[in-house]
């Protein structure tokens, strides 16, 4: 990882508070010290799963039914407008990364707090490339797909992180527990629904535009 102003690159500044302004020299290095370690330990794995995507109406607005759990999330209903199958996903750094930030943190607080926004944005890396893969697999069927919509996006409620990994037995398959309070083990692990239409879609609002939280300190 190379200080270019790359994607990933901003995606740390993001999480480490840098609006508007670079850092530091020494930041810099931090930073660099950081993707080298980071990319040297870090396991990257995922499963996806494809299921049908069925709507119903009912009094309060629209269920839908997406094959592993049910939701009447107004959010995910917009951003599934005209799909008809859904991809779900489950995607980790592994536990390689949590023994990284168990170690740096017992020797420099402030080293550990740039590799957690480091490995942050390296999640967000590989869940985009993964995105890329299936976008130009789905394109050649004539398909589309729309953006990653994560539980806690929106009223997407997070207690669906359970029936999800459940129904992928991702705790059998790249090793993702729940804690009581639904938060994901290892700590850099990612769910998502992603929609499959017929029809490509443009400006699907994504990623901050597609969750309601506004006062989020991470929001570009």
């Given at each position: 990882?190379?200080?270019?102003?790359?994607?990933?690159?901003?995606?740390?500044?993001?999480?480490?508070?840098?609006?508007?302004?670079?850092?530091?020299?020494?930041?810099?290095?931090?930073?660099?010290?950081?993707?080298?370690?980071?990319?040297?330990?870090?396991?990257?794995?995922?499963?996806?799963?494809?299921?049908?995507?069925?709507?119903?109406?009912?009094?309060?607005?629209?269920?839908?039914?997406?094959?592993?759990?049910?939701?009447?999330?107004?959010?995910?209903?917009?951003?599934?407008?005209?799909?008809?199958?859904?991809?779900?996903?489950?995607?980790?750094?592994?536990?390689?990364?949590?023994?990284?930030?168990?170690?740096?943190?017992?020797?420099?607080?402030?080293?550990?707090?740039?590799?957690?926004?480091?490995?942050?944005?390296?999640?967000?890396?590989?869940?985009?490339?993964?995105?890329?893969?299936?976008?130009e697999t789905y394109r050649k069927k004539g398909l589309f797909l729309r953006p990653r919509f994560s539980p806690g996006y929106g009223d997407l409620p997070l207690s669906l992180q359970k029936p999800l990994l459940e129904g992928l037995e991702a705790g059998k398959r790249i090793g993702i527990g729940l804690t009581d309070g639904f938060l994901m083990t290892p700590s850099k692990s990612?769910?998502?629904?992603?929609?499959?239409?017929?029809?490509?879609?443009?400006?699907?609002?994504?990623?901050?535009?597609?969750?309601?939280?506004?006062?989020?300190?991470?929001?570009?």
């Amino acid at each position: 990882m190379k200080e270019d102003g790359g994607k990933t690159w901003r995606e740390a500044l993001r999480y480490l508070g840098y609006r508007g302004c670079e850092p530091d020299e020494a930041a810099k290095e931090m930073l660099l010290a950081c993707f080298d370690q980071a990319e040297k330990e870090i396991r990257p794995r995922v499963i996806m799963g494809e299921f049908p995507l069925t709507k119903e109406d009912t009094p309060l607005g629209e269920r839908l039914d997406l094959g592993l759990f049910q939701t009447e999330s107004v959010s995910l209903a917009r951003n599934l407008s005209g799909c008809f199958r859904v991809l779900i996903m489950a995607a980790t750094l592994g536990i390689e990364a949590d023994r990284l930030l168990h170690r740096t943190q017992a020797v420099s607080p402030a080293k550990a707090a740039v590799l957690q926004a480091v490995l942050a944005a390296l999640m967000e890396e590989a869940c985009d490339r993964w995105n890329r893969e299936w976008e130009e697999t789905y394109r050649k069927k004539g398909l589309f797909l729309r953006p990653r919509f994560s539980p806690g996006y929106g009223d997407l409620p997070l207690s669906l992180q359970k029936p999800l990994l459940e129904g992928l037995e991702a705790g059998k398959r790249i090793g993702i527990g729940l804690t009581d309070g639904f938060l994901m083990t290892p700590s850099k692990s990612v769910t998502a629904v992603i929609g499959v239409s017929r029809t490509p879609q443009e400006c699907v609002p994504e990623g901050c535009v597609s969750c309601g939280k506004k006062d989020c300190l991470f929001r570009r």
